[in-house]
Each structure stands twice: as C-alpha cells, then as structure tokens.
C-alpha cells in the first residue's frame, strides 16, 4: 500500500503483470489462451455448483440456513434451482470443442487439465494438505475446538 497516494501499487503491478502475461500468451497461442480461460471458467462454476447444491440440499430438506441480513424469501428454491442448473450447463457447454472438425490442435483440453488440476489437489491434500489443515467451522462461535489453529506446522 502506497501511504502517500493511498493505493495498492502492488496490487496494481501484479495484476498489470498477469494482464501482460495473458496477452503475450494469446499473442503466442490463441489454444492455450483458451484453455486457461476455459480452465478458469471450469473452476469457477464448480465452485458456484458446489456451493449453491449444498444451500439447495438444504433448502430442498427443510433445514433452517443460518441467519443473514438479506434473504431470496420464498423464491430462494427456485432461484437456487436454476443457479445450479445453469452452472451445471455452463460446465458442460465449456468442455466443448470451439472448431470442427475436432483434430489434436483445436480440441478443447480445459476438462483435461481441469481433470489434472483436481487430481493434483485431492493428492496434494492427501499427502500434505489434511496434516496441516484446520476447517473454519472450527473457530465458529460455540464450536470452536481446544488445541486447533488456523495453521499449524
């Protein structure tokens, strides 16, 4: 944070930095610049999938969701529906092929590198990840767990 013009010049520099990168990849291979973002789109909607089914699961089984200021009322099944739906669709419709015929040069390999990044992570967490980790429901208010950090090492 720059104290004299109160902005966040690393943050600025950083994301200048990636903008540059992305360019400089599409420049050189309009294929692996699809693929990033294809990936980055994969793993977003996954997670808006995930997230949105679990509030779903519980909207759909009568469980009480915790207390927030705003709420969706009783449209929030339905709206939580079709978010879900969406998400699913939009998974499925970024995995597709954007030229035909499909030859080994213009496949979409965002699934498989989507596919090879949640692998990774799963063994990642297998083998390194669950020694270190603490879930955050763990330090909510009136569950928190004696002997737990945020990290340990």
Request: aromatic share 14%; charged share 10%.
């Amino acid at each position: 944070m720059d104290r004299k013009r109160k902005i966040p010049t690393n943050a600025i520099y950083v994301s200048s930095f990636a903008s540059v990168v992305l360019v400089l990849i599409n420049l050189g291979s309009p294929l692996a610049f699809n693929i990033i973002i294809s990936v980055a789109i994969l793993g977003v909607q996954s997670t808006y999938l995930i997230s949105i089914g679990c509030v779903l699961l519980k909207r759909l089984n009568g469980e009480p969701l915790p207390p927030a200021r705003w709420s969706l009322g009783r449209y929030g099944i339905a709206i939580n529906a079709y978010a879900f739906l969406y998400s699913a669709f939009a998974i499925v419709i970024c995995c597709f092929p954007t030229t035909l015929p499909v030859t080994m040069k213009n496949m979409n390999w965002a699934p498989v590198v989507w596919v090879g990044v949640l692998v990774g992570s799963c063994v990642f967490y297998v083998f390194w990840g669950k020694r270190f980790y603490t879930a955050p429901v763990q330090f909510v208010e009136g569950r928190k767990v004696e002997g737990t950090a945020l990290q340990t090492s």
